[in-house]
C-alpha cells in the first residue's frame, strides 16, 4: 500500500505562484511514478503533468507546460507541482497518483490516490 497526502493548495490572484506537494507513505516510493490530475466543478478529472520514478520521463498537458513544472524528491517521499503564471481555468481540486508504470499514471489508472487540496485563482 501507498499513501499520498496532498498539500500546498490555497487561494491566490491571476499571475501568483503556488508549489503542491504529494508525500508518500507505505511502500518505496522512489520505485513509483507519480501524475498529477485536477478536477474543475462540473468537469471531469483531467492530467496534469506526470514523473516517472527517476524523473527520465514527464508530461505535461498542453494547457499548463511552460507554467508548471514536475520534480520530486525521492529521499523525502516527495513530488512537488511548481505552478507559475497561474490562471482562474487552472481552479481546481489537485490530485497525485502513483503506481508502478509510467503508462498507468499517464492514462488515469493508478492504483493510489491521495485526497486532493484545492488550487483557487481568482481573476
Known amino acids: 500500500q501507498v499513501q499520498l497526502v496532498e498539500s500546498g493548495g490555497g487561494l491566490v490572484q491571476a499571475g501568483d505562484s503556488l508549489r503542491l506537494s504529494c508525500t508518500a507513505s507505505?511502500?518505496?516510493?522512489?520505485?513509483?511514478?507519480v501524475a498529477w490530475f485536477r478536477q474543475a466543478p462540473v468537469k471531469e478529472r483531467v492530467f496534469v503533468a506526470a514523473?516517472?520514478?527517476?524523473?527520465?520521463?514527464?508530461d505535461y498537458a498542453d494547457s499548463v507546460k511552460g507554467r508548471f513544472t514536475i520534480s520530486r524528491d525521492n529521499a523525502k517521499n516527495t513530488v512537488y507541482l511548481q505552478m507559475n503564471s497561474l490562471k482562474p481555468e487552472d481552479t481546481a481540486v489537485y490530485y497525485c497518483s502513483a503506481d508502478l508504470q509510467y503508462l498507468t499514471v499517464i492514462s488515469d489508472r493508478s492504483h493510489y490516490w491521495g485526497q486532493g487540496t484545492q488550487v483557487t485563482v481568482s481573476s
Open positions: 507505505g511502500r518505496t516510493f522512489s520505485n513509483y511514478a
Open positions: 514523473t516517472s520514478w527517476n524523473v527520465g520521463n514527464t
